[in-house]
């Protein structure tokens, strides 16, 4: 089986690199406007302090960024719907209220820490009066009637909501386009894909048109865009965050072992606020209040998956890359030789949850529902509304059903010794720096030809661990570059913190390349 995977992505490359490089001839290769307003150059943590004391308005600020996705919209196509407008008053309002004095500086910091901020979220996220359809083509617009929980938590904590972003349909593909709203491209290239299936959000904010996003991970969804453009993304501890209000969505009883929403921003120093925000009142307490000295973690790394022969091993920048954090943090190198069973078990776990939402199960009212062999067929005559990953889902499901309960036993039982050996081996105190995928950025449509790779994310979904991507610089193609940071359950501080160390030793968001030069060699922006 193993065999047969790696040997059927050396085929698919075969037709996948020429048809990616053949659609990318039509992208032109185009830099973005440059940074103009420094105000989309202040972290959120900073920026809220300036609202709240008044050096700054709530206004100025969104109509900055209102302005800078209107700018590079029409190249990275990251939008799927906006509410400027609404978004302009609510600042408006905001303003109106801090200039009364009615509450003071420290209640605005404790009961609203993101007062009068901008905030994106993915579109299959739950938005009240946008639209809420991941994605899936549909006649009638399916519109959120009511927002996501972690939207509400966002709302009440001061945060404005300015628009949904683009998403692979029904998130099931680490690039992002769909046949509603189209490619979302990379702010770095144009030619290039900046991920998925969270890839809206990630370009948005390595473009400065976005500081706080909401995202989603399952396999990587948050992680790899986050690392394909430059940003931090984080997947929780499981059900630190409610998954509800979200498409697809499972009432599988474990959903949540494996699903999250989960934080992305443009500066590590974000991270801790933003998930402080949306972390479920009813769900696991995370300490990120907690003052966390680097010094204090112990580290461990691998830069390969056991190895299992399965994925692509680490290109040369990476790989020194993440040799040379490791002797930055003194990292041990260690050798999980069960990491090797990532794609066995991760497959295993995922592939036969029941009841997840597909273009198979939920159809629109009237719609006759689809069936995977009729599906297939039309896909491959052109007459399919689905992409690829939506249409063969069913088959991967349908595959899973024929294997051995006595496999997946297996497998399981590997699963709960992984997680013991993380759990003994980082305790409370310790982390493990891992690859998040094997190549930055690549051009559109290659994931069909690396889709073994995103086991290197998938994984920690599988072991219900905390993980962030952590941007640790450029390749020799200017491309970012990132690694992941995992704890054991619970320790997201410890993430966090080593998060801000690696912003703050390696510099952090890089500005993308933009139409004046002077600017697309600058780099960071100084936030501390």
């Not at 009240?128 to 009638?140: D, E, M, P, S, Y």
């Not at 680490?314 to 260690?334: P, T």
């Not at 640790?472 to 990132?482: A, F």
């Amino acid at each position: 089986m193993r065999r047969f995977l790696r040997s059927a992505m050396i085929v698919f490359s075969w037709f996948v690199v020429p048809y990616s490089r053949y659609t990318n001839i039509k992208v032109i290769r185009r830099k973005l406007p440059p940074i103009r307003s420094h105000l989309l150059e202040i972290p959120a943590v900073d920026l809220a302090k300036l609202i709240r004391t008044r050096k700054i308005k709530s206004e100025e600020v969104v109509e900055a960024y209102i302005e800078r996705c209107r700018q590079v919209n029409p190249l990275i196509n990251a939008i799927v719907q906006d509410r400027f407008e609404e978004a302009l008053e609510e600042a408006r309002e905001i303003d109106k209220v801090i200039a009364m004095g009615i509450n003071s500086v420290e209640s605005m910091e404790e009961h609203t820490p993101l007062l009068g901020i901008p905030v994106t979220v993915k579109e299959s996220i739950a938005v009240k009066g946008l639209t809420n359809q991941a994605g899936r083509v549909f006649k009638t617009p399916q519109i959120a009637k009511s927002d996501a929980p972690v939207v509400e938590q966002i709302k009440r904590c001061g945060g404005i909501i300015l628009l949904v972003s683009n998403t692979p349909e029904l998130c099931l593909l680490w690039e992002t386009y769909n046949n509603v709203t189209g490619q979302t491209k990379n702010p770095y290239d144009l030619k290039r894909t900046p991920g998925g299936s969270s890839g809206g959000e990630a370009a948005l904010l390595a473009s400065g048109a976005s500081l706080l996003g909401l995202t989603s991970d399952i396999g990587g969804s948050s992680r790899l865009p986050a690392m394909f453009s430059g940003i931090w993304g984080h997947k929780p501890t499981p059900y630190a965050v409610s998954f509800k209000g979200h498409h697809p969505t499972s009432d599988f009883p474990k959903w949540g072992d494996f699903f999250t929403i989960a934080p992305m921003t443009r500066y590590a120093k974000d991270l801790p606020l933003l998930l402080k925000c949306m972390n479920d009142p009813t769900g696991p307490k995370l300490t990120l209040d907690r003052a966390i000295s680097v010094h204090g973690i112990r580290f461990f790394f691998m830069d390969n998956d056991g190895p299992s022969g399965m994925m692509r091993p680490l290109s040369r920048d990476l790989h020194a890359a993440i040799n040379r954090v490791a002797s930055d943090f003194n990292a041990k190198r260690v050798n999980i030789r069960k990491m090797k069973w990532s794609l066995d078990i991760s497959l295993s776990a995922m592939l036969t949850m029941k009841n997840i939402e597909t273009i198979y199960h939920k159809t629109e009212e009237g719609e006759q529902p689809k069936t995977v062999c009729k599906e297939t067929v039309k896909y491959f005559f052109g007459c399919s509304d689905s992409i690829l990953p939506s249409v063969i889902f069913g088959h991967l499901q349908n595959f899973m059903k024929i294997i051995p309960n006595s496999r997946h036993k297996h497998l399981a039982s590997i699963i709960d010794a992984l997680k013991t050996e993380f759990k003994e081996m980082l305790g409370n105190d310790g982390v493990f720096i891992y690859p998040t995928f094997p190549n930055t950025a690549h051009q559109h449509y290659q994931i069909y030809h690396k889709l073994l790779e995103p086991m290197y994310m998938a994984i920690f979904n599988t072991l219900g661990l905390p993980v962030t991507n952590c941007m640790i610089g450029l390749d020799r193609r200017n491309l970012p570059m990132g690694i992941q940071v995992v704890a054991n359950p619970g320790q997201d501080h410890l993430c966090l913190a080593v998060a801000r160390e690696m912003e703050r030793r390696y510099g952090g968001w890089v500005r993308p390349p933009s139409e004046d030069s002077h600017s697309s060699n600058s780099s960071g922006s100084g936030n501390g």
